[in-house]
């Protein structure tokens, strides 16, 4: 195991014993959700991952060190100081790492790419989270692309998710997974889902309706060889998913907003998330925390189904 990183006592012996583990994100923690949401929300998705037969790993950085497999104080620690935690991607894991042993050791909460690092180096093939990602609107003048579809061109790990955010350009994020090679599998669907809404009106080149068959998937791609993750992309329910008009003049208006207040880099989405938040009067953090635990389910039906091959 990687000297850097501590594994839980529960992750630990699932992962000793073969036994299926899912990975959860932490800036939906610090940076996605506000207080107490967030963490009411992150023990719920610890909880559906049990219930659906698998331990949960959620990841973090405490102290210098990476973590994989928090206990209820920990998570609640990073739910309570929000955003004065550091929201790691891939380049800021070494500043922390370093950190450790110092008189300032310092805590990251981890985006998508970042969970995905760390469950690599724990040996976690399946990992669960809201969104991913992706292009974001405008990029052809801002160049701004999310970390999180380098690293799923790199790092084996399967992400369950409910699309790309909706707050990015959907078309032109599936243009560039498709560009890195990355398979983008619609669970129970032929579009890819946006986030908020189980429909994008981009259709898909693969589907599954069955998890045994898609752990499948995911072993033959990686005994052949070929790098990278998969996106797993599972449709909010039609009961929980929003108004698609509603929504997308909620996006526009925090766009505006971001782009006049300056809005730039990693501070991005946690400010429109906010914004939308605030202009749907609640209902898309209602919406963001059904589509989590939906996909905490299917991650762990997959993981257990993929522990068996």
Known sequence: MNKHLDLGVEVAAALAAGRPVVAL????????MPYPQNVET???VEAAVREAGAVPATIAILGGRLKAGLDEGQIRTLGIRGRDVVKASRRDLPRLVASYGTEAPVDGATTVAATMIVAALAGIKVFATGGIGGVHRGAEKSLDISADLEELAMTEVAVVCAGAKSILDLPKTLEYLETKGVPVIGYG??????FYTPRSGLRL??????????????????????RGGVVVANPVPESEAMDPAAIDTAIARALAEAEAAGVKGKEVTPFLLAKVKELTGGESLESNIALVLNNARLAARIAAAYAKL
């Not at 669907?189 to 946006?194: K, L």
């Open 25 to 32: 994100e932490s800036t939906i923690i610090s940076h996605g």
């Open 205 to 226: 080149e693969e589907r599954s309706d069955d998890p045994a068959e898609l752990a499948r998937r995911l072993k033959a791609k990686w005994e052949l060889g070929l």
């Open 189 to 194: 669907t032929d579009e890819f889902p946006a």
């Open 42 to 44: 992150a023990l719920r």
